[in-house]
């Protein structure tokens, strides 16, 4: 599934109509696929909805709905403004609706709440502005989404809800959609948290857009999906052998953070590599061998700290900052890693990460292929505090194609930018596993995938979409509340069966063909 912003969605249409269909006819046959979503969503008998329509071609969308829900025997409200300008669509499906004249139709041209008889079981359709908003909503429209924010009606929007923006964060009212029913893609805005207050769930509806139009653009934004992960996926021989699967070095752990060592670790293991060997302070050696028996475990000089360490012969990646500290001894090793240039993949995560920000000069010197996994707090660290998530995006597609490295922003949707310029939002993954330890586990996982082989954008990916499906499976055994990092570690295993197994929906199968 591809995600576009606002210039691209247009370009898209308008490419379609150069090709062939006229606007009109484009419009209705997105009327058509919303339409029967909607009829599949409420499809009772003398079912009520209300459809508000803007002046512009989102308000056309809804006259058009209106319309074919009417010949599906709805009882159909519709508010239309006649005052201000109106595009072609607009009047032409303005004057298609008024021609049908039937009993169930009734048209307001007045706002007036009190004239609306619409039952607590009626649907209100946001058709008033969509993609084309520019502006805060103001006057009469404002009005109009507190009223509809105040209902407890079921509330549809038709490809956004009015006053959300596609490529920046909302700065005032927005219609609360309970179902997003938008055209073709998902859009930028439904990625970013600033969006996440203003709707429910999101469903793309197929409406004939030209496939041509992805073959010959430079589209950069993608749906993380299995898609993409099957084609790469190792299978084992089986007269391979722990070599065939590399060896992995971990720098992890200070006093008091040993588990971060651990679920690291146990992470790695359950990720498929062949053989590990962490580092960690001399006081975490019987909890790592006793909890990670399957590891190698090297000793520090200090007790508590990682102060120096020797990297073994032969490792295949390295993985950096669970549970590290800052200490000063620690900087100064962190500082000797860079300088040895080593030509392995790595992977740094948290106080690696905080280091970096500290000492903007280490930063510089990340290998190429490097991959960093920051929240957004690390991230603003490293380069500077960010105005929303919208930014921070921004910045992470230009850092990682500038220094050459991999960035997985985590959140929410977890995003990853890549060193060419593509990018993939990751929509797996629960609130349960906003929980201590988590992100350890993601940096094991991908420390393990790059240990076996798998390249900087490849384990990225698989490191992420593996992580938040076994996040999700945990989630149906512990509920959201009671999920904690060991129980990501404990369904790795099944998320990647999940996925060597996975079997496209009907939906699934629609979006590829597209």
């Not at 299978?235 to 722990?242: A, P």
């Not at 990670?292 to 390295?318: C, R």
Request: aromatic residues 8%; hydrophobic residues 40%; contains cysteine.
């Amino acid at each position: 599934m591809i995600i576009l912003n606002e210039a691209q969605i247009k370009a898209w249409d308008a490419y379609t109509i150069a090709k062939g269909i006229s606007s009109l006819a484009l419009m209705e046959q997105a009327a058509v696929a919303v339409t029967d979503k909607l009829d599949l969503l409420l499809g009772e008998e003398d079912q009520e909805v209300l459809i508000i329509c803007g002046n512009g071609n989102n308000g056309a969308d809804g006259l058009a709905i209106a319309r074919l829900l009417l010949d599906m025997d709805y009882i159909v409200d519709v508010f239309v403004s006649l005052e201000g300008d109106h595009t072609p669509e607009w009047k032409a499906n303005y004057e298609r609706l008024m021609n049908q004249d039937p009993e169930q139709l009734e048209i307001h041209t007045v706002w007036n709440p009190e004239e609306i008889e619409l039952s607590t079981s009626g649907t209100i359709v946001d058709a008033m502005f969509g993609t084309g908003l520019k502006r805060p909503i103001d006057g009469k429209w404002l009005e109009i989404t507190n009223w509809v924010n105040e209902q407890s009606n079921l509330t549809v929007a038709i490809d956004m809800p009015s006053g959300l923006y596609v490529d920046r964060a909302p700065d005032g009212e927005v219609v609360y959609a309970d179902l997003v029913l938008t055209f073709q893609c998902q859009r930028l805005a439904f990625m970013m948290p600033e969006s996440e207050p203003h709707f429910g769930e999101v469903l793309v509806c197929n409406i004939g857009l030209s496939d041509t139009f992805l073959l010959e653009h430079d589209i950069r934004n993608f749906e993380l999906s299995y898609y993409y992960l099957l084609p790469f996926l190792i299978d084992r021989n089986r007269f391979s052998h722990k070599g065939d699967y590399g060896h992995g070095f971990l720098l992890s752990g200070s006093l008091g953070k040993a588990g971060a060592a651990v679920l690291a670790s146990g992470a790695a293991m359950r990720a498929g590599l062949g053989l590990l060997t962490v580092h960690v302070p001399g006081i975490m050696y019987s909890i790592l061998q006793s909890a990670v028996p399957e590891a190698m475990v090297h000793l520090d000089a200090n007790p508590h700290y990682i102060s120096s360490f020797t990297i073994p012969d032969k490792i295949a990646a390295l993985g950096i900052g669970p549970g590290l500290g800052k200490d000063p001894v620690t900087i100064k090793a962190v500082e000797k890693l860079l300088e040895a240039k080593l030509n392995v993949p790595m992977v740094w995560d948290a106080d690696a990460l905080n280091i970096l920000a500290e000492r903007k000069d280490l930063l510089d010197k990340l290998p190429v292929g490097s991959i960093i996994t920051p929240h957004p707090g690390e991230f603003d660290r490293l380069f500077g505090e960010q105005d929303d998530h919208y930014s921070r995006f921004a910045t992470a597609q230009r850092e990682a194609q500038q220094r050459k490295i991999n960035i997985v922003l985590k959140g929410g949707i977890t995003i990853i930018c890549q060193s060419n310029g593509v990018s993939f939002f990751n929509t797996r993954g629960n609130p349960g596993m906003a929980t201590g330890g988590s992100g350890d586990v993601l940096t094991g996982v991908i420390l393990g995938l790059l240990s076996q082989g798998y390249s900087s954008d490849y384990a990225s990916l698989l490191g992420v979409y593996i992580h938040a499906s076994a996040g999700d499976l945990a989630a149906e055994e512990q509920g959201y509340e009671s999920l904690i990092a060991s129980d990501i570690v404990e369904y790795l295993g099944d998320a990647f069966e999940e996925l060597r197994h996975r079997e496209p929906s009907i939906d699934e199968t629609e979006e590829k063909d597209v």
